[in-house]
């Protein structure tokens, strides 16, 4: 007799979880705005350039001791540089053929007293225009550094390996974690201008380094799974600048060498690459001249995660107060992870 009605409740049920589906694989283009609301991201009144909170920080860092247990058994050196890396090695690199747009050089005021007077002159007419768009005189009085600002955090890796000679027959696998800058100021949370980067690198054989990256691709997703975001591993390309750069994008796609981890995060219609798999063939070997151990030369790879963005996906699909997030995310975060990367990785099988 109450049968439509019991039918009616099902079929609602049955809606609902497909519309709670639908919802956790949106982006939410809000995020920004109650993050900041909330005061996880202090905004600075520049674009792409926040304050963390304590419990933003707090996420960061133990994102990042997960990272270190996925990765313990590849006993990989440990190595933490500074946001800034050689002019030198950074030129080498050829970053500023395909990302002109992105990098970031550091200036700093070397004259005399001439030109200290000369700088602080133009200073008071920058000043004087109050809080109006103020004009980069008295920057004429700055010269190039011998440093640049680190682009992605595996950059200096790539010297220091050539600088100590022929690797060793199995290669080399590096641990990094830095704060990189981009040039590419935006309202999207998780575009910024500076963030972290958590990197694994591979060195050795075209093999090593394909094994290396086939196993992160599974590592990382199993990270993902165990934190609960829905995501997609997707084929992808670099943003090549100019009119050339669709070329080399399309060669990249061709020959498979980046593949990235989306995650639904404050883009419409669009999800956010959280990690990074990365080939880079010989091209850093070739550069720096890495050889390997029978004298040919290196291939390498990385796996780049993005702190931010990870941490900013987990806001995203579990809430703005850490303490609601699911029971199994908090065990991972604040528990004993150990056993349960140790189980997830058992469970990968010969792909882990
Ligand atoms: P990529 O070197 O571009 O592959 O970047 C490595 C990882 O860094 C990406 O997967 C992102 O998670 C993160 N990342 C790249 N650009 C940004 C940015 N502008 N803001 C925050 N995270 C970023
Ligand atoms: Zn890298």
């Not at 920080?57 to 590849?74: H, M, P, S």
């Not at 699909?317 to 991972?332: T, Y």
Request: hydrophobic share 40%.
């Amino acid at each position: 007799m109450n049968m439509p009605t019991e039918q009616a409740v099902m079929m609602t049920a049955e809606e609902n979880a497909h519309a709670q589906k639908a919802a956790s694989l949106q982006s939410d283009p809000t995020l920004r705005a109650r993050l900041v609301e909330a005061g996880i991201l202090i905004e600075t009144g520049e674009n792409g350039l926040y304050g963390r909170s304590e419990v933003f920080e707090d996420v960061i860092e133990r994102l990042n001791k997960v990272i270190t247990l996925l990765g313990a058994d590849q006993r990989a050196e440990v190595l933490r540089f500074p946001p800034a890396m050689r002019r030198h090695d950074f030129e080498d690199s050829e970053y500023l053929k395909s990302f002109p747009d992105l990098a970031g050089t550091i200036h700093a005021f070397q004259g005399n007293d001439r030109g200290h007077h000369r700088l602080l002159e133009a200073l008071d007419k920058t000043l004087a225009v109050g809080d109006a768009e103020r004009s980069d005189e008295w920057m004429d009085q700055q010269k190039p550094t011998r440093l640049v600002l680190t682009p992605a955090a595996c950059y200096p890796v790539y010297p220091l390996i050539a600088r100590r000679g022929p690797l060793a027959g199995d290669g080399a696998i590096v641990d990094v974690f830095a704060y990189c800058f981009r040039h590419e100021p935006s309202l999207d949370p998780s575009r910024m201008q500076m963030f972290r980067m958590r990197e694994y690198i591979r060195v050795g054989s075209p093999a090593q380094v394909m094994a290396f990256r086939q196993k992160w691709i599974a590592r990382g997703s199993l990270l993902v799974n165990l934190l609960q975001l829905p995501f997609e591993i997707d084929l992808a390309n670099d943003p090549f600048f100019g009119r050339g750069g669709k070329i080399v994008a399309d060669s990249q796609r061709e020959q498979q060498l980046k593949f990235e981890l989306l995650v639904p995060v404050a883009t419409p219609d669009k999800p956010t690459a959280c990690l990074s798999f990365n080939y880079h063939m010989e091209h850093f070997g070739e550069i720096w001249n890495i050889r390997q151990a029978d004298d040919s030369l290196a291939h390498t790879a990385c796996v780049g995660f993005g702190m931010e963005r990870t941490t900013l996906a987990l806001f995203r699909h579990h809430g703005l107060d850490v303490a609601q997030w699911p029971a199994p995310v908090r065990a991972l975060l604040w528990g004993d992870a150990a056993p349960v990367i140790a189980e997830g990785l058992a469970g990968l099988g010969a792909q882990a």
